[in-house]
Nanobody
């Protein structure tokens, strides 16, 4: 079992930036895929980004060119740099090791004001 703890959320104006960080309780080097999901009020949870332990990334179309995922296996962290934030990015953001582990953090709130 791996515990995941997100941090870095907050309130920011449209056009601003935030950096989310996910700290794992132990090494994540063997976990091939780590990801970030988000859930806005009244909406289903959706994929934001994934990153493999080799550094390959995949992004939702809505965040491409604005968000960048990174991971440091030695430091057991996964980060999400979010630039040019929009009000529609407002959501709770979750760090996850989605498959086959299904590990999830508790989430961190990101609110973007217009």
């Amino acid at each position: 079992q791996v515990q995941l703890v997100e941090s870095g959320g907050g309130l920011v104006q449209a056009g601003g930036s935030l950096r989310l960080s996910c700290a794992a309780s132990r090494s994540i080097s063997a976990i091939k895929v780590m990801g970030w999901f988000r859930q806005a009020p009244g909406k289903q949870r959706e994929l934001v980004a994934t990153i493999t332990n080799g550094g390959l990334t995949n992004y939702a179309d809505s965040v491409k060119g604005r968000f960048t995922a990174s991971r440091d296996n030695a430091k057991t962290t996964v980060d999400l740099q979010m630039n040019s934030l929009k009000p529609e990015d407002t959501a709770i953001y979750y760090c996850t090791a989605p498959f086959p582990y299904n590990y999830w953090g508790q989430g961190t709130q990101v609110t973007v004001s217009s």
